[in-house]
Structures are given as C-alpha cells and as structure tokens.
C-alpha cells in the first residue's frame, strides 16, 4: 500500500534558522508528491508539489525535492520566520480513479521570535 | 473565489443526538473529499466522491456515518447518534480531477465536540 512517514515534532527554532523536515515514503506506482501547510483554526493549504523524480516543488521560499531512489521528499527553508508557524503534512497521490491523498502524521513547527 | 464552505465552524452537542455536516465544493470541481483529523489518528480520508457519485467509503467508521452528494454544489456527512468519540475536526475538500491537475482544496473545517 502508499505510506508516508514523517519526522516527528514538536520543531522548535528561532527566526532565521534553517528548516529540514523529512519525510520518506512507500508507494504502488509512480506517486506525486506533496507538501500542505496548516495555519491554526484553518483547513489545510497546498504548500508545494512535484510530479517525477528530481523535479523541485518551491513556494514561499520553502523547496522539496522529489528523490526517487531514496523515496524522500524532505522540506527545507533556509530562513524561517515567526509566522512560518505552522503544522507541515507530507502526502503523496498516485494515479487512479481520484488521486486520493494519503498523509503523513503532520510535523509541527515553531518559530520563536 | 470563496473556497470550499464549511458549515458550522464548531458543533457541541449530546451524545446519541444526530449531526449534520456541510460542504460547498469549488464551483466547477468534480471531486469532494471527507476527512477527519485527530490527535491520535492524524487526518483520515472518509470518503470521497467523484461526479457526485460516491467511490470509496472504507474509510468510514461505522454505520452511524452516512454522507451524500446529492448535487454538484452539495454534501453532508451526519452521524446518527453521536459517541464521544466522534470529536474531532472533519474537513471538506474538493478538486478538478484530471490528468494534470489534482490539488485538494480544503475548507476551514467543522470542529465537533460530542459530551
């Protein structure tokens, strides 16, 4: 089956520190790959995404490249700021009748100003 | 655009009592997605629709979870009765299933707390 296996938080870091959360995953065919941020009290937003293998998805600063042969797509921001304060979701889809989602745990993110 | 709509941002009610949950999907997006989010288990898919049309309900719990579809612009999932343990953050999302594009937009979520 598809799985995504996330680093665990709580992730505390002082502004302008630099971020990795990493995420692994397993898949039955070719997943695409995602990152979706949640702000407190609100629904889940795409953060970023990437389709094949060595594409790097971008946005807000924040990158993640897709690796197949390591089966890991791990986040990175090299300056977080306060309102980066968020819970991070690694999830993958693969091609089928609706590309459902499947979601890793989540990984909480603290800045401290 | 509005977003997927949610209704109602929080719910309390007794254990044993109906409830009734919804969603207005994007306009023009064929695919609605029911999730549940807890600290425990983390965000589960519960059904998902496609066309209005319901594809796959394995991820919901019990009988006492029912949801529709009946139109384009529509959905409800009730839980008839109500446990404890169905306290939760359930989100709606929808997305224009193709074969190019597939992002979910969520909405802000129903926050239910069963007593």
């Known amino acids: 089956g598809n799985s995504v296996t996330q680093m665990e938080g709580p992730v505390t870091l002082s502004e302008e520190a630099f971020l990795t959360i990493n995420c692994t995953y397993t898949a039955t065919g070719y997943p695409s790959l995602f990152w979706y941020v949640q702000y407190p009290g609100e629904g889940l937003q795409l953060l970023l995404k990437?389709?094949?293998?060595?594409d790097k998805g971008s946005n807000k600063g924040f990158e993640a490249t897709y690796r197949k042969e390591t089966t890991s797509f791990h986040l990175e921001k090299g300056s977080v700021q306060v309102s980066d304060s968020a819970v991070y979701f690694c999830a993958l889809s693969v091609a089928g009748s609706a590309r459902q989602l499947t979601f890793g745990s989540g990984t909480q993110l603290t800045v401290l100003p | 655009d509005a977003g997927v709509i949610q209704s109602p941002r929080h719910e309390v009610t007794e254990m044993g009592q109906e409830v009734t949950l919804r969603c207005k999907p994007i306009?023009?997006?064929?695919?609605l997605f029911w999730y549940r989010q807890t600290m425990m288990r983390g965000l589960e898919l519960l059904i998902y629709?496609?066309?209005?049309?319901?594809?796959?309900d394995s991820g919901m719990p019990e009988d006492r979870f029912s949801a529709k579809m009946p139109n384009a612009s529509f959905s409800t999932l009730k839980i008839q009765p109500s446990e404890p343990r169905d306290s939760a953050v359930y989100f709606c999302a929808s997305s224009l299933w193709d074969l190019r594009d597939y992002e979910q937009y969520f909405g802000p979520g129903t926050r239910l707390t069963v007593t």
């Open positions: 990437a389709t094949k293998a060595d």
């Open positions: 306009s023009g997006h064929n695919s």
């Open positions: 629709f496609n066309n209005n049309v319901p594809i796959d």
